[in-house]
């Protein structure tokens, strides 16, 4: 019984110790008035807000820092100063137009990286049929995108690179086994290496200021003799429009007497500038049908509208895409 006594009695005693808030357990007495406690919800906010501060000091350490040694004025204006600096930068981003390209294009989503279907591959032979006969061995392609004519180039045994300003469609590339690199290292290919460079729907892409440093960059890559093949937007003809402005990142309209102009100015000879190559066989008799007719009506209204309406001038109006074929001059 005795033992039951005391240890009942020394119960009491921590239950009174705890209200009566003892040091010993590290919470702090409360704060009595004339009238009695007072309680927390009776006090004025700025009395609130001060008693809370101050039970901070009072709360026992248990292996963390305390609260109110970390809450400073400095600390407080250092954070919002950071705060604001990130915010002018937020708004002072602006997004890459290429940031979402990839996806838009649905490159890889289709159909793997470098492929290249059997209306393509026609596409390709019938764009080099254009040419002067000439040996090919080295191609280089701007913008390669998904890779299909780095696959067809590879077909042929050519040895292939590709030049992409997106840095995923690179590392695809390379994973892939192609020899690709970024835009920014272009300068570091060798001079008079290539015999074909390419760029299928790039000179669009490229500042109007741009593009005659381009033109001489590709000069410099090429060699004597070497050939240059480009597609882009038709800027002589409405039915170029669509191709141009249906891409928010084609910057420059382009047409054949630009063309001329930029190809004089980079000391290359112009081979061809005008329609795409059509191609009449696709692997669907419909299709093939189709594209039969309307090769045959798109020859007749062209000439009838040359005859009438422009006479004088060298464009092509019934084609939504130019291509342009440049050579550099042969080695004396």
């Given amino acids: 019984m005795g033992g039951v006594a005391s240890g009942g009695q020394a119960a009491d005693t921590s239950v009174v110790r705890r209200k009566t808030g003892s040091r010993k357990t590290g919470s702090r007495p409360r704060l009595k008035t004339g009238s009695g406690r007072v309680n927390a919800q009776t006090r004025k906010p700025w009395n609130r807000f001060f008693h809370t501060a101050m039970d901070f000091h009072h709360l026992p350490y248990a292996g963390l820092p ?11 204006i250092g954070k919002r100063i950071r705060m604001k600096r990130a915010s002018e930068k937020l708004s002072n981003y602006t997004p890459s137009p290429y940031q979402h390209y990839v996806e838009w294009k649905r490159w890889g989503l289709n ?4 492929t290249c279907s059997e209306f393509e591959s026609r596409y390709f032979a019938a764009e080099l049929d254009r040419i002067p006969s000439a040996k090919i ?3 280089l392609e701007i913008g390669f995108g998904d890779g299909a004519f780095l696959a067809y180039g590879k077909t042929l045994s050519w040895m292939m690179t590709g030049i992409e300003v997106i840095p995923d469609l690179v590392q695809l590339a390379q994973d892939s086994g192609y020899q690709a690199i970024s835009s920014e290292q272009t300068a570091d290919l060798l ?3 290539f015999d074909l460079v390419v ?8 500042p109007q200021d741009d593009l005659p440093n381009l033109l001489s ?8 003799g070497g050939l240059f093949i480009a597609r882009f937007p038709n800027g002589d003809s409405p039915l170029g429009l669509p191709f141009q402005y249906g891409d928010m990142t084609h910057v420059t309209v382009i047409g054949s007497g630009k ?8 000391k290359m000879n112009v081979v061809l500038c005008g329609a795409q190559a059509r191609v009449i066989r696709t692997g669907y008799w419909r299709h093939t049908v189709h594209f039969a007719f309307s090769a045959v009506v798109i020859w007749i209204l062209e000439r009838v509208v040359k005859f009438i309406v422009t006479p004088h001038l060298r464009i092509t109006l019934f084609s939504g895409n130019l291509v342009a074929i440049l050579q550099t001059p042969e080695a004396v």
Avoid: M
């Fill in 217 to 224: 960059l590709i000069f410099q890559k090429l060699r004597p």
């Fill in 66 to 76: 305390a609260l109110h040694n970390s809450i400073s004025p400095t600390k407080i």
């Fill in 199 to 206: 760029a299928f729907d790039v000179l669009e892409h490229i």
């Fill in 137 to 139: 061995s080295k191609v």
């Fill in 259 to 266: 063309l001329r102009y930029l190809a004089q100015q980079a």
């Fill in 191 to 193: 001079a008079n290496s």
């Fill in 111 to 114: 159909r793997p990286f470098g």
